[in-house]
């Protein structure tokens, strides 16, 4: 079994058209399931883009293969409480999502904390983009928010030694390795000094083709406990799917 943490759903603002890709790209790797964040919700308007995504979401019929999370903007929490409160009971989102950049909100800002703090009140895990030294951040944020689970997004990307540091620090702070470049040995490292239960798997599909990240993963050479834990085990845990 495959779990993608770090998918998206619907088109781009580039030119292309990527609305309906999401559930191809999956079949097309094995991926059995992704968590999604609206891409109208992540980089124009967070309500509209996750209003979009529910409707969606309720539409398919059948086991489900797309779960939601609910896109937060920290500089509108008082809409971000709002869909937490109307999304998160339907079953069908499982997680928030929140890119600091798009939203000018980079980890130390109290925005952010205050993002977090919602996530953690409402009992689930907060996918936040980090590149960098901010996965350091991160892990401080966590730290300081009792409750408070979260994945890494793209686990720093170049800053991944950092990556490690924060895994290292905070046992509730989780690790997905999409980025568009991956220096060889990346994962390996990684995968190599940090506990195990504290890796995801993620593409950042449909902006970016899984090959990456799935070439990326082979090459790290994991096997038997630690490769079912990063393909599908620890994130069934963390977003409490209900698996088969």
């Known amino acids: ?105 980079p980890v130390t800002s109290p925005q952010l904390r205050d993002a977090l703090a919602l996530a953690a009140a409402a009992d689930v895990p907060a996918l936040v983009h980090t590149w960098g030294a901010s996965v350091l951040d991160l892990a401080q944020v966590c730290l300081d928010t009792p409750g408070l689970r979260v994945i890494a997004g793209h686990m720093g990307a170049d800053g991944y030694r950092h990556a490690i540091e924060a895994a290292r620090a905070c046992d509730r702070l989780y690790l997905e390795p999409c980025w568009s470049h991956f220096p060889a040995g990346r994962i390996a490292e990684v995968a190599a000094a940090v506990d195990p239960k504290q890796l995801l798997f993620g593409t950042d599909s449909t902006l970016i083709d899984p090959a990456s990240a799935f070439g990326s993963v082979a090459a790290a050479g994991l096997t038997g406990d630690a490769a079912d834990r990063l393909a599908w085990r620890n994130a069934a845990a963390l977003f409490r799917l209900p698996l088969g």
């Open 1 to 105: 079994m495959i779990i993608d943490v770090h998918a998206h759903w619907g088109p781009w603002f580039f030119t292309m058209d990527v609305s309906a890709l999401t559930i191809r790209a999956m079949d097309r790797y094995g991926i059995d399931l992704a968590i999604v964040s609206g891409t109208e919700a992540v980089i124009y308007d967070a309500p509209a883009g996750n209003r979009v995504l529910a409707s969606y979401l309720d539409s398919v019929s059948g086991p489900a293969r797309l779960y939601g999370y609910v896109t937060v903007n920290p500089r509108r929490l008082a809409e971000a409480e709002r869909d937490l409160n109307t999304y998160l009971p339907t079953g069908r989102f499982v997680g928030v999502k929140i890119h600091t950049d798009y939203t000018g909100s």
